[in-house]
């Protein structure tokens, strides 16, 4: 695929849909070792009507969330097939370790997600992400994730 990778590629790729998306584009990917996304974060999000009114801040656990999306990006495509089995192959992400959340994401923020594999198999995928914003470190965690 021609990268960047931008909405219509990834809705070919991952089965999630607004507003539960949380990856706009791939700008980096090298199959089997490494991706980056980006998420941009907007004031019209559904989830800062109530996180929190007056003091937006995005959800760590959305972050983690989106971070987990762009390692599925990367499980899917380096498998390959993924087009012909979207519908029967989900990415179910099924656990996370050490979850460090630096600073909050507020509307304005664009999160850049950098994400390596650990562990790859057929099915279950182990991956170290962090999350930026600009150059700073945000968030970061260690996440299992298993196809189908």
């Known amino acids: 695929m021609k990268l960047p990778l931008i909405y219509e590629d990834i809705i070919r790729i991952l089965p999630h849909r607004y507003p539960f998306l949380l990856v706009d584009m791939v700008t980096e ?4 070792k490494r991706v980056v996304g980006i998420k941009n974060v907007t004031a019209n999000e559904p989830f800062f009507q109530g996180h929190f009114p007056g003091k937006p801040i995005m959800p760590g656990v959305l972050i983690i969330e989106g971070m987990a999306q762009v390692g599925g990006v990367l499980a ?12 029967e ?3 179910f992400f099924v656990s ?3 979850v460090k959340f630096r600073r909050t994401v507020v509307p304005g923020n664009q999160l850049r997600f950098e994400v390596e594999p650990l562990r790859t198999g057929s099915r279950v995928w182990k991956m170290a992400g962090k999350a930026f914003v600009d150059d700073e ?6 996440l299992v994730a298993t196809l189908g």
């Open 96 to 98: 996370m370790d050490k």
């Open 29 to 32: 990917l090298e199959l089997g």
């Open 137 to 142: 470190l945000v968030a970061e965690a260690q």
């Open 76 to 87: 899917r495509l380096t498998i390959g097939g993924v087009t012909e089995k979207e519908k």
């Open 89 to 91: 192959d989900p990415v």
